[in-house]
């Protein structure tokens, strides 16, 4: 059924970077597009700098790109190279003493608006963009995400000047994130960001975790969450058996020691066969899984596949024995639910779900619902990982495969695209 709504989406990355958390963008407004009458998006015209991947734009869908000047624009224009580069930092560079303050200073409040992506430029263009679609179109809503937050501040500003129109502030990470310590003046950053959303209508977020958040923030939140396009299943899964993980490693937060280190004993203990076992890594930290590999004495059977395609990391996905998801937790903030964990329950294999920190009751109750895997916390259950890891590896011995082991019909009905779509338009009437 086509709802009345006309909605204006407001995405920096549109078609996203290639980085599982922001495809939500776009499926979601596909989505949306799909239950509606008609919507526009304005984006940055930064596609050509970024790692992108090239997706088809719903037919119902007016895209414009807004030019912008801001520093991911920059670095690529010094580094020279105008595809598939853009402003990617390595996590060594991150570490650093001054690059993670410069971090925090550009994440931060009044800095963001020029040091971080989209910037004034953008923020301008976009705001006299989308004030000339509102008055064109009879748009209803306007819905903007985070990050970056020049998103929010566009929509802040169409808001004040079309207090009809209704404005929906998605969050698919926190502003100010207590497990990461990402920003400076951490009460300024909270009260100038309370003050924007007073503007809002609805603040959607991607997890309950962050939802538990905002809504200290704001009187009217909902969870929104990544949502599923149901895969079939493989013909035939890789030859020798195959762990993978495809994603970032986020500085010290993401932690894949544990798991090299079963491995390794595995293999030490003769119960598994280092010649019938790989590791595949796909993402921009190769270079620091590598090293990690290497002090594990894994170095013969990791395989650093690159910053690759979103197609590559969905095949790699559907063909591996096990997909390894590393996320964080603290007793602040639970519910880290990661672009790529649902990549993982649409490919539908076995997952090992390596959490750093303390128990997150979200993560757990989600794998039970769909029977996704094992979790471990780490580094408290070397144990557990080494049980599951020779339970698959056996599996596979005896007949080839893996066998899926996601309730698929679960995972459709709640976690579809047009599921959640239907739940964000649900909101609004």
Known sequence: M????????????????????????????????????????????????????????????????????????????????????????????????????????????????????????????????????????????????????????????????????????????????????????????????????????????????????????????????????????????FDIFTMSYSGSLFLDYRDPKVVFKAISELISESRIDKNKFQFLYAGKDGHTMSLLAHSAGLSDLFIDKGFVARTLAIEIQLKSHINLLLTSSSPEHQGLLTGKIFEYFEAGNPVLCVIKGVYDTEIENLFKELNAGFIVYDPTDLKGVKSFIMAKYDEWLLSGKVQHTIYKDVLGQKYSWKGQAQKLIGALV
Not at 70 to 94: C, H, P, V
Not at 128 to 135: A, E, H, N, V
């Open 2 to 237: 086509i709802n009345k709504f006309r909605f204006l989406f407001i995405h920096y990355h549109y078609p996203p970077i290639r980085n599982s958390g922001v495809y939500r963008n776009y499926f979601l407004s596909s989505a949306c597009a799909e239950l509606s009458e008609e919507t526009f998006v304005i984006t940055t015209d930064n596609r050509k700098y970024l790692p992108n991947d090239e997706l088809p734009i719903h037919p119902k869908i007016s895209k414009f790109e807004v030019f912008t000047l801001d520093y991911r624009r920059m670095i690529a224009w010094l580094r020279g190279k105008k595809s598939n580069a853009g402003a990617q930092f390595s996590e060594e560079t991150k570490k650093s003493k001054w690059a993670g303050w410069l971090i925090q200073v550009q994440r931060s409040f009044p800095f963001n608006l020029i040091l971080a992506e989209g910037a004034l430029i953008y923020i301008v263009r976009s705001y006299y963009l989308g004030y000339k679609l509102i008055k064109d179109n009879r748009i209803d809503v306007v819905f903007s995400s985070f990050m970056p937050y020049s998103d929010h501040i566009v929509a802040y500003l169409l808001k004040r000047k079309f207090p009809h129109v209704y404005w929906i502030a998605d969050f698919r990470d926190l502003h100010v994130e207590p497990i990461y310590n990402n920003t400076i003046w951490v009460p300024f950053q909270y009260w100038i960001e309370k003050r924007i959303l007073a503007k809002a209508d609805l603040v959607t977020c991607v997890s309950e975790g962050i939802s538990k958040k905002m809504r200290m923030l704001h009187h009217h939140v909902i969870t929104i969450t990544k949502g599923v396009e149901i895969k079939e299943p493989v013909t035939k899964q």
